[in-house]
């Protein structure tokens, strides 16, 4: 074991042993619950000021073994942090999430997804083992030989049934460069239906297919973006600065190409979160010109939205103005890719939102993960939509229609932003006698948050 292998672990030791004296140290039977200065959810919650958890030693990287292809890591990791470790090796992990400061454990205890999901799954699946912080108290290590039913209902627990502590996942091999075809589709009807043939195939006019997912700007224009690893050395697009990812995609009938380094192209949506960063006018070209490079990432964009909620900006802008409040849409759905046309030309027609991510899912693991249950042999697609609306005549209107359509569809939403489902309605969809189970015996004394709490209600 190399020197700086053996400090880290020592570190981590050190990190561990922090964070259960920071447990201990809370008053019997006080709510448990971290102490992060970060979040990638998007729904309100309540404030409280009971102290936190002490996560400070737990946000690096412990290891890579590039021969077993795996890397373990701290939960409160970032994706940005652990490819800093594992490109220089020729390695990433199997799906790498959107934004740079998703954590490991983040994305495994509340999902997580990206263009590799056709093939890999999600980030959960590719975990071998992991160290999970109990509501009672303890370290355990859950895996599918230990602790299964803990290792099996974490993920989509949101951290109500412990947290991940350290994750030793899969690694998989990548090239320094991506080639992409931007395919332009006329109907959502045919854009499916291709992408129904990619995943089956995992190809593209004879060409392999490593990287899948689309965007839909209305009802006749819509993208494949289809990637292919490379590792022939030549000119690359670079979007971190003036140019914009997502507005190179669009084109006229005659196809567009493209190539972005395994780096760029990993995080092609960070740097204008997806294209939301027009919100804050980071894509107007004077503003552009004088934003520091390095500010142009979601990092910054989420510092602004925790502002804009905190103070209430937008609504008092709309209000000077004379229109009513707006209600937020931040959501991400998965339904069966047969339904998925029916939904996206729903969405269309009843909520005025694009752009529209789409992004395909087939799961890797035949056994069930019991809280987000998808079938196993079905291939879903995964709808982001990330805006606002005016508001209806009731709270969450539009969310609620969202929700009741995606439910018609045997589909799910993602349970990171605002949700109004029953209790009874939520059970029944986010697997509600596996996770009661596994909460009495892994939280006994109820420390932690209850799913349906923390979910719907907002705690």
């Not at 589709?185 to 043939?197: P, Q, V």
């Not at 009495?440 to 209850?450: E, G, I, M, T, V």
């Amino acid at each position: 074991m190399s020197a700086p292998a053996t400090d880290a672990r020592t570190a981590h030791a050190a990190g561990v042993r922090r964070l259960l004296e920071s447990y201990w140290a809370l008053p019997p039977g006080a709510q448990v619950r971290l102490a992060k200065r970060t979040s990638n959810l998007f729904r309100s919650r309540s404030e409280t000021a009971a102290p936190g958890l002490d996560t400070s030693g737990l946000t690096g990287v412990i290891g890579v073994d590039p021969e077993g292809r795996t890397a373990d890591v701290a939960g409160m990791c970032t994706y940005e942090d652990l490819l800093a470790a594992t490109l220089p090796q020729g390695l990433a992990p199997l799906v790498v999430p959107q934004l740079r400061t998703i954590t490991l454990g983040g994305a495994v205890t509340g999902l997580g997804i990206e263009s590799t999901s056709f093939r890999s799954g999600l980030p959960h699946e590719s975990v071998l083992e992991m160290d999970i912080l109990t509501g009672a108290g303890e370290v355990i290590t859950a895996s599918p030989s230990e602790h299964a039913d803990l290792y099996r209902t974490f993920p989509n627990s949101y951290g109500t049934l412990g947290y991940a502590v350290r994750l030793r996942i899969e690694l998989e091999t990548v090239q320094p460069f991506v080639t992409l075809r931007h395919v332009r589709f006329h109907t959502i009807a045919d854009l499916m239906a291709a992408m129904d043939r990619i995943v089956a195939s995992r190809c593209l006019d004879d060409v392999a297919v490593d990287y899948l997912d689309g965007v839909v700007f209305g009802a006749d224009e819509s993208y494949l973006c289809v990637g292919t690893k490379s590792s022939v050395p030549g000119a690359v697009s670079d979007y971190t600065g003036r140019q914009i990812y997502y507005r190179s995609i669009r084109h006229d009938d005659a196809g567009k190409a493209d190539r972005l380094t395994i780096h760029d192209y990993l995080w092609r949506w960070d740097t204008d979160w997806f294209w939301c960063s027009a919100a804050f006018g980071a894509q107007h070209p004077l503003v552009r010109r004088v934003w520091p490079r390095r500010y142009l990432r979601s990092a910054t964009y989420s510092r602004l939205m925790g502002l804009e909620r905190r103070f209430d900006i937008g609504d008092r802008l709309e209000k000077l103005h004379g229109r009513p409040a707006r209600e937020r849409v931040i959501q991400d759905i998965e339904v069966p890719i047969a339904r998925c046309a029916d939904f996206v030309e729903w969405f269309l027609g009843n909520v005025p939102i694009t752009p529209i991510w789409l992004c395909p899912l087939r799961l890797r693991d035949h056994e069930a993960w019991p809280l987000y249950p998808l079938h196993p042999a079905a291939t879903y697609v995964n709808v982001g939509f990330w805006s606002t609306v005016p508001v209806g005549a009731t709270q969450g209107e539009t969310n609620r229609l969202i929700e009741q359509k995606v439910r018609e569809l045997d589909g799910h939403k993602s349970l990171y932003s605002d949700a109004f489902y029953s209790r009874e309605d939520f059970d029944s969809l986010y697997g509600g006698a596996d996770y009661r189970a596994a909460k009495r015996r892994y939280d006994p004394d109820a420390r932690l948050l209850d799913l349906y709490q923390k979910a719907v209600q907002r705690r």
